[in-house]
């Protein structure tokens, strides 16, 4: 019997032949740990004796949640991490520099073909770049650190075909959000999924982030993209020179597979307050907003800014209306900056804030107020979730953020498009 | 491993940002401090109504979310024994019983608020007092984490063991 991808990478890091179901040790690559996660990571880290023996190289702390700091509790957690990163001369990206997933995927820590852990449930974003990548507590991460290793049971495989072409004004994000709808917040808890089909091929790597990023949010532990030109490339532009990925032998045992036919899908949005409630926009009522943001790890790459500023420029900001823009790197932020972007945003009314994760996890930055509507490209819309838990979270794709923002109201780009 | 107290019922897909919201794991490593805010999003005062040693049941889904280890861990300080649900979240599972709280996938439709449940981890037995009824256990915990939990979490499984151990 022929093996998925999930079963090829934990057979090649646990040195025996495994399949879906077998409970293996396996040998980590790569970790990363953020400002909300880390410091526990390095508690328990110092509990067990505090002697690192994975590369320090593939360790990458990041200080991204809360940061630059809004209070003194926050600072110190970060001086704890800095200073962590410089005993164990770890990796470490600062205040500013970026999402932790963005700027993982940056440094070139997530190969093809390789096993990544983080302490955050995001990280299968990194599946995009066909490695299997899966989120853990600060503990396993810690432990990981310590013994190199993690325990994993090796997860069956669920395989989602997506064909068709998108029609214009649809993107990535109105995609993921479909699947969610479909299969449900625990529909694939504890499946690895591998995605393929023409749509996927024919998307920018940005894209397919966006979908793998938000596998987390139908339970599954792992979103794997195909290796093609285009990981290739992206490879390629950081300085990394990679031929081959890893793929599924042809007679390998998928526990379910999807095909879905996406030409006629609509713009999607998630309601409040889970991210399953997901309805075509053509249903949703025209409700009033008051802030907009557009970032966070599933959505503020470059394609994001480009079509939001694209469908933005010459328009302005609805008054009343809150837009926010965090870029998720500031190689991002200098690119949107070069290619004119930062300029129409701010021209247009919208706030440019520094990368980081801030308003998405409510540490500060865009907090609503009571009762106050907020549509967003980010991945929760859990009451609470962005620090107020009497305001009402929407998620979309960066066009329909943008389009909303521009009305007002919670509106289908079609109707703002050219 | 046994465990008696009384339940408290919530619903379904619990997510961790209730359990424990982001605006307070970001500043500190106190759990005690969090533990008072522990589901206040969605029950205010619920630390209050905790007695040391109570049960939290659920339906489907529980700690859905954010992989935040904050979470199972202000469940434990603020009192609560074990969790039972119909099913958990994969981060969340793995973190509970690196933490060292017992989670266990069970027909949670059997047990009310307030009733009294026994719990016996290792036997792998749940029977609601109250009632007088045994729980259906969906699935056992793999012996790993069994050895994990005995320990009494990640931590000391490690120390002892100095590595992972199939």
Redesign the interface.
């Known amino acids: 019997m022929g093996k998925t991808i999930s079963e090829k990478i934990f057979s090649n890091h646990s040195g025996n032949s495994v399949k879906a179901g077998d409970?293996?040790?396996a040998k980590v690559d790569a970790l990363m740990g953020q400002?909300?996660?880390a410091?526990?990571a390095i508690?328990?880290f110092e509990?067990?004796?505090g002697k690192m023996t994975i590369d320090n190289n593939k360790v990458l702390l990041v200080l991204d949640?809360?940061a630059p700091p809004p209070?003194e509790?926050?600072a110190n957690?970060h001086k704890l991490m800095r200073d962590f990163a410089e005993k164990y001369r770890t990796q470490l990206s600062e205040i500013g520099e970026g999402v932790c997933h963005q700027v993982f995927m940056e440094r070139g820590l997530a190969l093809p073909g390789s096993l990544i852990i983080?302490?955050?449930?995001h990280?299968c974003t990194y599946g995009v770049l066909n490695c299997f990548a899966t989120?853990?507590?600060?503990?396993?991460l810690a432990?990981a650190m310590?013994?190199g290793?993690?325990?994993f049971?090796v997860p069956e495989t669920v395989k989602i075909i997506l064909r068709g072409k998108l029609r214009k004004g649809i993107t990535a994000k109105d995609v993921i959000l479909y699947l969610v709808g479909f299969f449900k917040?625990?529909g694939l808890?504890?499946k690895a999924i591998e995605f393929d089909g023409e749509l996927i091929r024919e998307l920018s790597i940005d894209g397919r982030a966006t979908i793998t990023n938000m596998v987390?949010e139908m339970?599954a532990?792992a979103g794997i993209m195909p290796f093609d030109e285009k990981t290739k490339g992206f490879f390629r532009e950081i300085g990394i020179d990679i031929e081959e990925g890893i793929s599924s032998d042809k007679d390998a045992n998928f526990s379910e597979v999807y095909d879905f036919d996406l030409s006629n899908l609509e713009p999607q949005v998630a309601l409040p307050h889970?991210v399953d409630n997901v309805f075509p926009i053509s249903s949703v009522d025209r409700i009033k907003i008051q802030e907009a943001f557009l970032g966070t790890c599933t959505n503020g790459r470059l394609e994001d800014l480009r079509v939001s500023a694209e469908l933005l420029k010459g328009k302005k900001v609805a008054k009343g209306v809150r837009m926010i823009v965090a870029p998720a790197s500031k190689k991002i932020y200098l690119q949107a900056l070069k290619e004119g972007l930062i300029e129409i945003f701010l021209s247009a009314g919208a706030i440019v804030v520094n990368p980081g994760c801030g308003p998405c996890?409510?540490?500060h930055q865009g907090v609503p107020a009571d009762g106050e509507n907020v549509i967003s490209t980010a991945n929760?819309n859990?009451?609470?979730?962005m620090?107020n838990?009497k305001a009402f979270i929407y998620l979309a794709s960066p066009l329909t953020v943008t389009a909303s923002a521009i009305r007002g109201e919670i509106t289908n780009p079609l109707e703002v498009m050219d | 491993m046994i465990f008696e107290g009384k339940a408290h019922k919530f619903g379904d897909?619990i997510?961790t940002?209730?359990i424990i919201?982001?605006?307070y794991?970001?500043?500190?490593?106190d759990f005690n401090e969090m533990a008072k805010h522990l589901l206040e999003?969605?029950y205010p005062n619920f630390y209050e109504k905790i007695t040391k040693g109570d049960i939290l049941v659920a339906g489907?889904?529980f700690g859905?979310?954010?992989?935040?280890?904050?979470a199972p861990?202000v469940i434990k300080h603020a009192g609560i024994s074990a969790v039972l649900a119909k099913?958990f979240?994969?981060?969340f599972f793995?973190?509970s019983i690196?933490?060292g709280l017992p989670v266990l996938e069970c027909n949670t439709d059997l047990i009310e608020d307030g009733d009294l449940i026994y719990l016996d981890l290792i036997k792998g037995e749940i029977y609601n007092k109250s009632k007088n009824i045994k729980v259906e256990i969906f699935s056992p915990l793999?012996e790993?984490m069994v050895k994990i939990l005995k320990e009494g979490?990640?931590?000391e499984y490690?120390?002892k063991e100095g590595?992972?151990k199939?």
């Open positions: 409970i293996v040790v400002d909300g996660t410091p526990l508690k328990v509990e067990l004796g949640h809360s209070n509790g926050v957690l983080g302490a955050d449930s990280t989120g853990v507590g600060s503990s396993e432990s310590y013994t290793k993690l325990w049971k917040a625990d808890t504890y987390v339970g532990k889970q996890v409510g540490t929760r859990f009451k609470g979730r620090g838990n | 897909d997510n940002d209730y919201s982001g605006k794991k970001f500043k500190s490593l999003d969605i489907k889904n859905c979310g954010s992989s935040r280890e904050q861990l099913s979240a994969r981060i793995r973190n690196n933490v793999p790993i979490g990640l931590v490690l120390k590595d992972f199939l």
